[in-house]
């Protein structure tokens, strides 16, 4: 009788979880500006992962997508992208994959 409980559990709870990060990122279309090593439009992966190392910036460049802004890496500004374009889990986990870059 539990098992008919768990299963639908284990079901949602599956069905929720983030896509893979590279997969949010092309889809949310950050792969137009940015690319994995070397700049674009935008700074490279490892570019962001080797100027914020060993800090915790999660909330700052999720801050950072959500309003966009410019002066970090340059004079081209980075439009805003809300979480119609990439869902706040998604954004997360694609936050920490750069940051690993």
Do not use: W
């Not at 768990?6 to 896509?19: D, E, V």
């Not at 980075?78 to 374009?85: E, R, S, T, V, W």
């Amino acid at each position: 009788m539990k098992c008919l409980f768990i299963l639908p559990a284990l079901a949602l709870a599956f069905s929720a979880q983030a896509a893979p990060p590279e997969e949010a990122m092309n889809k949310a279309g950050c792969m137009a500006c940015h690319a994995k090593d070397k700049k674009m439009i935008g700074p490279s992966f490892k570019d962001i992962a080797a100027k914020y190392k060993g800090q915790d910036v999660t909330t700052k460049l999720m801050e950072k997508v959500r309003k966009g802004g410019s002066g970090n890496f340059g004079p081209i500004p980075m439009a805003p992208n809300g979480p119609d374009k990439i869902n706040d889990a998604d954004l997360t986990a694609a936050i920490a994959f750069i940051l690993k870059s």
